[in-house]
């Protein structure tokens, strides 16, 4: 029996295309005038302390800001990269500038799941407050209360077992009795080696039935 399911966001809920073509380049358009503006907000400026903790260089304001340029266009998975990408959607979402993309078939099934009894929680690379701007804008509008819990990178990275017993200890559920969605085999793999259930989505691929984890089209082929 599934209690709980944690869910990934890019290719799972929602299209690498919004995540790639929308939100990662209005962060790289807009980064240096929101950290030369922003720089003495208490959040921001714990961020770019981190970034000068992580590159162990005392950074000046352009520097900082040319090393986020550079882990955007790498599709670094660094927390304060996150973050501040986080920060920064947000005035995109409030002013209109775009919706968080989330597809029909996972709206319905994460809804009825829900309705279920089903726990439902978030685990992406993005921060948690990315996460939530994202849900709470999205194409169905606010989504949020859907969710029993959200996860990113604090709790370690995606492709590390660790991570998913973390999260395993957070939800305080029997591993066996937690489904992962993804789109990426090597996350799968962590979560599957922690002991969770898995399906790997295959949204714009061909199902391979003998693949080391179920594969699925879409939310409505998940039998739980």
């Given at each position: 029996m599934i209690a709980a399911i944690v869910t990934d966001?890019?290719?799972?809920?929602?299209?690498?295309?919004f995540?790639?073509?929308?939100?990662?380049p209005y962060a790289r358009?807009?980064?240096?005038?929101?950290?030369a503006q922003q720089q003495q907000d208490a959040a921001v400026k714990q961020q770019l302390d981190e970034v000068?903790?992580?590159?162990?260089?005392?950074?000046?304001?352009s520097e900082i800001t040319a090393r986020l340029h550079k882990w955007i266009d790498q599709d670094k998975k660094v927390t304060p990269l996150k973050a501040l990408q986080g920060l920064l959607w947000e005035k995109g979402y409030r002013d209109g500038?775009?919706?968080?993309?989330?597809?029909?078939?996972?709206?319905?099934?994460?809804?009825?799941?829900?309705k279920d009894g089903i726990k439902l929680y978030v685990?992406?690379?993005?921060?948690?407050?990315?996460?939530?701007?994202?849900?709470?804008?999205?194409?169905?509008?606010?989504?949020?209360?859907?969710?029993?819990g959200y996860f990113d990178t604090?709790?370690?990275?995606?492709?590390?077992?660790?991570s998913y017993l973390n999260i395993i200890g957070e939800i305080k559920q029997p591993a066996g009795q937690i489904l992962f969605l993804s789109d990426i085999e090597e996350e799968l793999n962590a979560a599957?080696?922690?002991?969770?259930?898995?399906?790997?989505?295959?949204?714009?691929a061909e199902v391979d039935t003998i693949a080391l984890h179920q594969q699925v089209k879409d939310f409505n082929e998940i039998k739980l």
């Open positions: 966001i890019e290719g799972t809920t929602s299209s690498l295309s995540v790639k073509e929308v939100l990662f358009k807009h980064m240096a005038d929101f950290i000068k903790k992580i590159t162990g260089k005392a950074l000046s304001i500038d775009f919706k968080g993309h989330v597809y029909q078939d996972a709206y319905d099934q994460m809804t009825q799941w829900q685990y992406s690379s993005g921060s948690v407050y990315a996460q939530k701007l994202l849900f709470r804008y999205s194409d169905f509008g606010d989504m949020t209360a859907l969710f029993a604090t709790c370690g990275h995606k492709q590390e077992t660790q599957q080696q922690a002991g969770m259930k898995t399906r790997w989505l295959v949204r714009d």
